[in-house]
């Protein structure tokens, strides 16, 4: 699912994803994301990151510093920050 417009941005500075402790706190983060303009996407969990089923927030790198203080402000769990690299997402 693309949100927030042109996607291209999303690759600059590579692409990373957090995976947040559960799905409500997925919902909560993409409309925190949203208020503040950034551009993301949400995607499955990748299966390197969890074989569980889940959704995770795919943004630019770039826009790290940015997401973990939105999400620090709403009070949400990050279960990890992941940069994808080769094809594979790895934690940061």
Do not use: W
Request: include cysteine; proline fraction near 2%.
């Amino acid at each position: 699912m693309r949100i927030g417009g042109d996607s291209s941005r999303l690759n600059t500075g590579g692409r990373c994803a957090a995976v947040l402790e559960t799905i409500h706190y997925v919902l909560k983060g993409e409309r925190a994301l949203k208020r503040a303009g950034l551009r993301f996407e949400l995607i499955p969990v990748p299966r390197e990151i969890s074989s569980d089923c889940g959704m995770a927030l795919e943004f630019s790198c770039q826009d790290r510093n940015r997401v973990e203080q939105l999400l620090a402000e709403e009070e949400m769990t990050v279960v990890g920050i992941y940069r994808l690299s080769r094809g594979r997402f790895s934690r940061l």
